[in-house]
């Protein structure tokens, strides 16, 4: 069945690297993808919205440059966290809608150094 | 500005007994609703949804209900289990297509 896939899981780097996180939808295209980012103890706050073939919408307080969001396929969207800093630590999961509902990704928990 | 809203930080059951966690929203304009129960160190796991035309959605254990006119929804776990215990975030949109705001959560502990 449909389903949403996130890689990697879990992710530990150094200040100042970038991660690429990839969220991919199996058994069905996805025309949109949204991207949700959640700190300890907060609810889980939209970062950008991910269109196949154009650019990403993103929300306010939330810096393009430096999540950088690819939607090169009907199937796999990007985000890559540029030069990634401790406050970048935290869990970020990708989400598409189906025509049955809204399918959330397992989540890639980051950890900055 | 917080659009959906979870009061209820934490609550804690016995097993067997009911399980009520509730959901209050502001924007008049949302159409769609969702539960979805977290564990720790994992995605969301969706649990079940409710449009605006109708009150009420059952599915098995957990019913969902809206009160448009409150702006209110709630789930109702009955009976509860130990392997309820999670955090759950009442979600709402509005269309489709659109994103999803998040209620901050209600952690959910069922005592056995």
């Known amino acids: 069945g449909a389903v949403v896939s996130q890689h990697p899981s879990w992710v530990i780097c150094k200040s100042g690297t970038s991660v690429k996180i990839e969220c991919r939808s199996l058994?069905?295209?996805?025309?949109?993808m949204f991207w949700y980012r959640q700190f300890p103890k907060q609810s889980l706050m939209l970062m950008a919205t991910?269109?196949?073939?154009?650019?990403?919408?993103?929300e306010q307080g939330v810096e393009k440059d430096k999540f950088l969001i690819n939607h090169a396929s009907l199937t796999l969207s990007t985000l890559t966290v540029t030069s990634a800093h401790p406050e970048d630590s935290s869990f970020y999961i990708c989400?598409?809608?189906?025509?049955?509902?809204?399918?959330f990704g397992p989540g890639t928990r980051l950890t900055v150094l | 500005d917080q659009q959906v809203k979870q009061n209820s930080p934490s609550l804690s059951v016995q097993e067997g007994r009911i399980s009520i966690l509730n959901c209050d929203y502001t924007n008049s304009m949302f159409d769609y609703f969702l539960w979805y129960k977290k564990y720790p160190a994992e995605g969301p796991t969706f649990l079940i949804s409710i449009s605006s035309i109708k009150d009420k959605n059952e599915d098995g254990r957990f019913t969902v209900f809206l009160n448009k006119s409150a702006k209110h929804l709630s789930l109702h776990i009955v009976p509860s289990q130990p392997g309820d215990s999670a955090v759950y975030f009442c979600?709402?949109?509005?269309?489709?297509?659109?994103?999803?705001?998040f209620g901050t959560g209600t952690s959910l502990t069922v005592i056995p």
């Open positions: 991910s269109n196949e073939g154009s650019k990403a919408t993103y």
């Open positions: 979600a709402a949109s509005a269309g489709t297509g659109n994103q999803f705001y």
């Open positions: 058994d069905f295209q996805a025309t949109t």
């Open positions: 989400s598409a809608r189906t025509s049955g509902g809204s399918l």
